[in-house]
């Protein structure tokens, strides 16, 4: 049985149920008279004051290591100034390193306070205990523990030893919200500093002495397989070293990573390509629209939409689509990989720390525990390093290399070798009553499986997908969505917000089509939709209408939705909407004003965010994650797209596969309201509503929809 | 196996290199260790990669070993000393980095134009940047640094 990409998340690849991470050092205590206080493995602090806290998610621009540490930071009432991060490598003490779903700060929030406020609750008795003094006349403030009466003051790296000897409180007194001071405010990346001066390493600076650089010849086509190369042609490129074969790939070591590319180059590998070496771009959506001739695996039904179809006064129904698209992040591929004397160690970008252990254990026949991964800074993650692929490459070339060797892939590697995400058509139909009610609603989405998390399996358990349409959170009488996921022949993976892009695209510009057709306006038309009982639950879903309806009231607002967009000379204007509920958490809602020009050029001149993540942990990122989410689907909307030809991905650089560029931003206008309760992610869902606003824009400046993406200029002349 | 004298960041190198067309990014993170320079492409589409040659911004990717020697290379490390140079406080001001890793090319595009007798204005900087492409899309930040820059830290 394979593995959804939530089970997937949420248990770890190692299938440990950790979705809180516990704090095993709990009613124990720490190491009696210490010079170093180290109660759980989330923080210590040493006799001069520095304070460590372990951050055991990946950092790849998200803010992590910055967002983790205000938590840790603000239970503990460390000084910000005195703390220093580590990151963690998997094994007892860190379960659950993988890193994705949004999920690092609303997995840690509560067991990342306690281990702060178990810590502060220490130290503050331990003070208490020096003076011989009530602990209650004793308070923590930035790193140190004062005395209310005397005006005492003992900074924590005094109290070391007293607080090392004390028991650890099995239930900390967490602060109220409003007594934080860190939490919920602006604070700049806690890496700043060392990306600015180039000293921040990311996976591919790791430097290990006596480390080789390997460039790796793979078929380019899935299934395909190796027939003959020429080592000595390699071997004759200044630089190289070595030619040795892996499993399904020749490796190139060299001095330097130039010569290793040159050396691959040069080895005129032939291979048998298999049978997937004909595949091009229009059979993958001849199988998708196979595929979508089925009804589906029916996933959520309300009232009989069938019949509430057929007996509406007016119907109306759309196929949507959204294109293959590649991570393309600006790091490429590359992990850093020593076998030796039985043991391995790996510094890899990667987002499954605990899988790229258990599986370069699986492939070296060794215990997880001789396998140490240090987890680099990531340049750019967006769910393709959930996979181990490049990892347990370096792994395979350094057990043979028999010294450390550094795998790094070209740029037109990290295309042909990504793990797509696939091309999705989603079909919808409506029926409006007499009045111009929404009565009835269906949607059905047809796409490949995600090959990252393993084999098809075409009784996998559907996870609450499709994503965005499973948890549609309007009030509609009678509603069926259905699921169709068949087995992809080429490889697939996660991409950012993963299903929800490509359905909430759909649903929410067939929304404006509906809108359109009942002579409503598409802010109202939502509202009332909203408007229905409020949280509303099904299956193990709760959806806050009124909380979207409230963040969808505010951009609306914010974006002066009530007074026509800006005309521009020569340009049709237009302003569109669109608003979605990531997983039950985040709430979110978008507006873009756009204005289409005569030969059907799109421009974006503005998008207005409002999102409700529950408790705000750093302002900075929850806004910088927003304005990253925007400008990503910006470039999913009008740009990107992944070709297949002759069996492999198309597109070799940013020449063919273009992203958005500065000279092409909208002004961003971000409103992050504050949110009651636990914080809710923000990494992947600023990215689904920004496609189907731009439509929406877009119908409403020329009247055109837009059904499929990216945006073609032609379509708009 | 050629000899080519290269100055990278004040200190004058002697670099060793079997082919001299070795493009100076490898030279420099591979042979000098001095990692801050990016790989992102190889083609000079993405802009990590971007150095100083004789104080002009370059992608250090497009240009050989053969084509560096006798010139004066400033990469990010040596962009300044104490990590205080306009450009990198304006960054840190605006708190642009996510990922982080087209950061360098982007700051030492911007040092270029911004310095020297007729430092570039706002527009210029933003369309030599509208040359680079960051993935976590900072743009708006990015805009806001170099408006700090362009103001003379006045802003």
Wanted: proline share 6%; glycine share 12%; with cysteine.
């Amino acid at each position: 049985m394979s593995t959804t990409r939530r089970q997937f998340l949420k248990k770890g690849a190692l299938g440990a149920a950790a979705l809180t991470l516990p704090i095993p050092l709990f009613g124990q205590t720490a190491k009696p008279g210490a010079a170093r206080f180290a109660p759980s493995q989330w923080l210590r602090i040493d006799a001069d004051g520095r304070t460590v806290l372990v951050v055991a998610h990946s950092e790849m621009g998200q803010g992590v290591r910055t967002s983790l540490a205000m938590i840790l930071a603000e239970e503990l009432d460390a000084d910000w100034k005195s703390i220093v991060i580590e990151q963690a490598s998997p094994g007892p003490d860190y379960p659950n390193t993988g890193t994705g779903g949004s999920d690092s700060v609303a997995s840690s929030w509560k067991p990342l306070r306690e281990a702060g406020a178990a810590a502060r609750e220490m130290l503050v008795e331990a003070a208490a205990k020096k003076w011989a003094v009530p602990s209650s006349d004793c308070r923590a403030q930035m790193g140190a523990v004062v005395h209310s009466g005397s005006g005492r003051k003992a900074t924590y790296g005094e109290l070391v030893a007293l607080a090392s000897a004390l028991p650890i409180p099995k239930q900390p007194r967490l602060k109220e919200a409003k007594d934080f001071r860190l939490v919920g405010t602006r604070v700049p990346r806690i890496d700043g500093p060392g990306i600015v001066t180039g000293h921040a390493a990311y996976g591919i600076d790791t430097r290990v002495p006596g480390m080789l650089y390997a460039a790796v010849a793979v078929c380019p086509v899935k299934g395909g397989r190796l027939v003959r190369f020429d080592a000595a042609k390699a071997k004759a490129v200044a630089g190289v070293s070595d030619v040795v074969t892996i499993e399904g790939g020749v490796a190139v070591l060299a001095q330097d990573t130039f010569a290793a590319l040159s050396g691959r180059d040069a080895l005129g590998v032939i291979w048998d390509e298999g049978g997937n070496a004909k595949l091009t771009t229009e059979d993958l959506w001849s199988r998708i629209d196979r595929a979508a001739e089925k009804p589906g695996r029916s996933t959520r039904k309300s009232g009989d939409a069938g019949t509430a179809l057929a007996a509406a006064a007016t119907r109306l129904s759309a196929s949507y689509r959204t294109p293959f698209q590649a991570h393309a992040t600006l790091e490429p591929g590359n992990t850093t990989a020593r076998v030796e004397g039985g043991s391995c160690e790996i510094w890899s970008p990667t987002q499954s720390p605990d899988r790229v252990r258990k599986e370069a254990a699986k492939l070296l026949g060794i215990a997880p525990e001789k396998v140490t991964v240090h987890v680099t800074l990531i340049g750019g993650g967006f769910g393709r390093r959930l996979d181990a692929d490049y990892a347990l490459e370096a792994v395979a070339v350094a057990r043979v290399a028999k010294r450390p060797v550094q795998v790094v892939w070209s740029r037109s590697d990290d295309f042909l070798r990504d793990r797509v995400h696939p091309g999705a058509r989603v079909d919808l139909s409506a029926g409006l009553d007499a009045s111009g009610r929404l009565v009835a609603w269906t949607h059905t989405a047809t796409t490949f499986h995600l090959s990252m998390f393993g084999g098809y399996d075409a009784n996998e358990d559907p996870d609450g997908n499709p994503w965005g349409g499973y948890d549609n959170p309007y009030d509609i009488a009678n509603m069926a969505v259905g699921w169709n996921e068949i087995e992809s022949p080429i490889h697939t993976g996660a991409w950012r917000a993963v299903y929800y892009p490509a359905n909430v695209f759909a649903r929410e510009c067939f929304l404006d089509e509906v809108a359109v057709k009942a002579g409503k306006d598409p802010l109202a038309l939502r509202l009332a939709l909203l408007a229905g009982p409020s949280p509303f639950t099904f299956g193990k879903n709760s959806v806050d209408r009124a909380g979207l309806a409230r963040v969808l009231k505010l951009a609306a607002d914010k974006a002066g939705w009530a007074t026509p967009s800006a005309p521009r000379a020569g340009r049709r204007s237009g302003r569109g909407l669109a608003c979605n509920i990531y997983d039950g958490g985040t709430l979110i809602a978008q507006v873009a004003d756009v204005s289409v020009g005569a030969k059907g050029d799109v421009q974006v001149h503005r998008v207005v965010t409002a999102v409700d993540c529950g408790q705000i942990v750093n302002l900075s990122g929850v806004e910088g994650q927003v304005e990253s989410g925007v400008i990503w689907g910006l470039s999913y909307a009008l740009k990107g797209e992944v070709t297949i030809a002759a069996g492999r991905v198309a597109q070799t650089s940013f020449a063919d596969y273009p992203v958005l560029r500065l000279d092409e931003m909208p002004r961003l206008e971000t409103h992050a309201v504050p949110g009651n309760g636990a914080p809710h992610g923000m990494g992947e869902m600023p990215v689904p509503c920004v496609a189907p606003a731009v439509a929406n824009a877009i119908a409403a400046a020329t009247g055109k929809r837009v059904r499929q993406l990216p945006i073609r200029p032609a379509d708009l002349v | 196996m050629a000899s080519f004298s290269i100055t990278v960041n004040g200190r004058a190198q002697a670099v060793e290199a079997g082919n001299p067309e070795m493009p100076l990014l490898w030279v420099l993170r591979d042979t000098l260790g001095l990692t801050g320079t990016k790989y992102g492409c190889g083609a000079g589409a993405c802009g990590a990669c971007t150095v100083h040659v004789d104080g002009q911004a370059m992608r250090s990717c497009q240009v050989s070993i053969q084509a560096a020697a006798g010139r004066r290379i400033t990469t990010i490390e040596g962009l300044s000393e104490d990590g205080r140079h306009p450009c990198q406080l304006a960054w840190l001001a605006e708190d642009v980095a996510q990922c982080g890793y087209c950061q360098p090319g982007m700051i030492m595009t911007t040092a270029a134009l911004s310095a020297g007798k007729k430092p570039a204005g706002q527009e210029q900087i933003e369309a030599a940047l509208s040359a680079h492409i960051c993935r976590c899309g900072t743009y708006g930040r990015m805009q806001r640094a170099v408006g700090r820059i362009v103001a003379g830290g006045k802003s």
